[in-house]
């Protein structure tokens, strides 16, 4: 009987180590680096956005107000809502608060591109671009927007008759998508595939773009929890940058800055892929007038260039005289988007769930994806001040390595350069949406694929990653999907 129980007690050992046997040097090549410390796990994490957490688990939508806004303000989430999810249409038009459509755009609603508050579905290999997948122009040299097209490509119009318009307006151009399998094995001989994209522009209305304009493509993101991203001290990020690295971890900690629109004053860019916005309410702004051509209180001006003089022309003659959104519905969307709620954990507590947890802290998947912040006790929103929060990211931008490069430079950030995602609810968007992509252009078709991509700075961590055994990468990827 002795020797059964040892026998037992080894094979529930053996299998036990498949997801809890700590990472070592020899397995890992890690023998150069300190030991890895845990932390403890908190059952806060089970309420990624503390008191502001959604009250119940999106199962069709992640569209639900903080957990912990008074009644009486959910009146104004869901004022703010509307505007959000219903389409604008080509001013004049009966409904006075939703007509300013255009001239240029890329949607007729924000829900187009951020479905049901995540993210839209993408069009298939040889396919049109979707309006979830919308095209920055950047320069190589970082100077200047592109004298034909700006900043974004728009590529819908609006109809509009008038005697002035001695022809129509038109879209600037249209990309085509396609991708290229890719495929790879693992050092345990596992196999995988990836999808890698390439873009056609076509149908361009303005011209060539200028020789030094590259696109750079950008899949609208999960929309959740953004206003507790903009209520983190911005000394808190800061005390994270290490654009030297001086602690010698391999990662280059490095904050975009940006100017706000508002104040004019340089701050970090913590909303958009490479951080172009300081602020939640400037990035709402930006994608009204640059995304659907809605002109606001902070970005008064039509996205027309000198040479689009048709489009200039429409605007001009706008029967409506003043900004497409008012300050004050302007306001009830910005308000929406600064509430609308993180999901809760789901399965994080299991021990499935615990042991991806130990492998992230193990591989340093926490040097740019930062557990946990505090917010501020100042922030204008009460419901969302003081929270101890779980998003996941530094907001920072780390050189991703030349696979995900786009060449070209957006302030501070060069073309390797991404912002680092928050990765709370991720593994909720098959289940609410029906589908997976991630990454900046929504390359990657399930979180191992995203993992795969990593380059440049990540991709020593990348490669303990795949020295993992198969069910050592599973659990990593549970815990994933649980937070």
Not at 134 to 159: E, M, S, T
Not at 441 to 467: C, P, V, Y
């Amino acid at each position: 009987m002795y020797v059964v129980h040892l026998l037992v007690v080894a094979l529930l050992a053996s299998a036990t180590a498949l997801y809890s046997a700590p990472l070592n040097a020899q397995e890992f090549a890690l023998e150069q680096k300190p030991s890895v410390t845990v932390p403890a796990f908190s059952e806060q994490e089970l309420l990624p956005g503390g008191k502001a957490t959604a009250s119940r688990t999106a199962k069709r939508t992640f569209i639900h107000p903080a957990g912990n806004i008074p009644t009486i303000e959910q009146l104004d989430f869901w004022d703010g809502f509307s505007f959000f999810r219903d389409p604008w249409v080509a001013s004049p038009a009966i409904t006075s608060d939703r007509d300013g459509l255009g001239p240029l755009f890329n949607a007729r609603s924000c829900k187009a591109c951020h479905n049901d508050g995540g993210r839209g579905r993408l069009n298939r290999s040889g396919e049109y671009a979707s309006p979830a997948l919308l095209f920055r122009l950047l320069k190589n040299d970082g100077v200047g927007a592109d004298k034909h097209y700006g900043g974004q490509l728009q590529p819908n119009a609006i109809r509009l008759s008038h005697h002035k318009l001695t022809k129509p307006v038109i879209g600037e151009g249209k990309v085509r998508v396609e991708y290229q399998i890719i495929k790879g094995e693992y050092p345990d001989g596992s196999t995988y595939s990836l999808r890698k994209p390439s873009y056609h522009l076509e149908q361009l209305g303005y011209g060539k773009l200028e020789p030094n304009t590259v696109l750079s493509p950008r899949y609208a993101p999960a929309i959740y929890g953004m206003g507790l991203i903009d209520a983190i001290s911005e000394q808190d990020l800061l005390a994270q940058q290490d654009f030297d690295d001086l602690n010698g971890d391999g990662i280059k900690t490095q904050y975009n800055m940006v100017k706000n629109a508002q104040t004019g004053q340089l701050q970090i860019g913590r909303f958009g892929f490479k951080g172009l916005h300081a602020t939640l309410e400037q990035q709402v702004a930006g994608a009204f007038v640059n995304d659907i051509g809605i002109t606001n209180p902070i970005f008064p001006e039509e996205a027309c260039t000198d040479v689009q003089l048709m489009c200039r022309t429409a605007a001009s003659v706008d029967p409506k005289g003043t900004l497409d959104i008012p300050k004050k519905l302007h306001d009830l969307t910005v308000y929406m988007n600064k509430t609308l709620a993180v999901p809760k954990a789901r399965d994080l507590t299991s021990e499935r769930a615990q042991q991806g947890r130990t492998l992230f802290y193990q591989l340093r998947c926490d040097s740019c994806h930062t557990p946990t912040y505090k917010t501020r006790p100042d922030y204008p929103i009460a419901a969302l001040q003081a929270q101890q929060i779980y998003p996941y990211s530094d907001f920072a931008l780390h050189d991703m390595g030349k696979e995900l490069a786009d060449e070209g430079i957006e302030n501070l950030a060069s073309g390797a350069q991404w912002r680092t995602p928050p990765l709370w609810g991720i593994g909720l968007q098959k289940r609410v949406q029906g589908f997976e992509a991630y990454l900046h252009d929504g390359r990657a078709r399930t979180l191992e694929e995203a993992i795969l991509w990593h380059g440049g700075e990540a991709h020593e961590i990348k490669k303990h990653f795949m020295n993992l055994s198969a069910k050592q990468r599973s659990a990593l990827i549970y815990f994933l999907q649980q937070i």
